[in-house]
Every structure is written in C-alpha cells, then in structure tokens.
C-alpha cells in the first residue's frame, strides 16, 4: 500500500468536493456556497503550491473548516463555529485548530 502524502491530501479537496461541503454549510444559500468553495479552491492550491507539507496527516474536513470558518467573514456570511461543526460532522476544537493553522501558516490568505 502507498503511502499517503500531502498530494493524497490535495485530490481530495478537489473543487467539486469542496463545493459540496460547502453546500452542507450554506444550505439554503447556493450562491454563497459557490464563492466561498470557488475562494477556498483557489486558497487550498496557493497554499499547496507554497507549503505542501502543510495538508499531510489533516482530513479535509479539518482542513475545510478553519477555512470555511474564516471565508464566512470575507464574504459577509459568517457562520459560527457549533454551526460549522454540525454541518461537516466535525468539533469546534477542530475548527479552532484549523483557523489557528490557516492564521499561522496563510495569514496573507485571510
């Protein structure tokens, strides 16, 4: 079995896949879903492009809801983080240490 590495991680968070995390974040709210999914594709390969090693050993839920939280803001929809984390099956703890990982990692990106 191979082993998985950071680009394992960037085929899974292909633009069509986070388009539909997106949509279970912004529900009833397709446009929004669209732009933010469409920002977050373009962040997530800058962000490969710059720092590979940054996707290895996360899930892309993780990955996609420190993001998701922080693109609420840009784009005036803000979703709080218990809102996020029902809606990806995830925790707050993760979102947390997702934003905290994009801020430290990406903070030109935010």
């Not at 079995?1 to 912004?26: C, H, N, Q, Y």
């Not at 390969?45 to 710059?50: D, G, P, S, V």
């Not at 720092?51 to 290895?56: S, T």
Request: include cysteine; aromatic fraction near 10%; charge should be positive.
């Amino acid at each position: 079995m191979g082993e998985k590495t950071a680009s394992d991680a960037l085929r899974r968070l292909s633009p069509e896949k986070v388009l539909i995390f997106a949509s279970m974040i912004w529900q009833n709210q397709p446009s929004v879903a669209a732009d933010v999914s469409e920002r977050a594709s373009k962040i997530i390969q800058t962000a490969y492009e710059k720092k590979p090693a940054f996707f290895a050993g996360k899930s892309k839920k993780g990955i996609l809801s420190g993001l998701f939280y922080h693109l609420g803001f840009n784009t005036g929809d803000v979703k709080t983080q218990q809102e996020i984390a029902r809606a990806l099956g995830t925790n707050e703890m993760t979102i947390r240490a997702s934003c905290r990982d994009w801020l430290e990692s990406f903070p030109e990106f935010f």
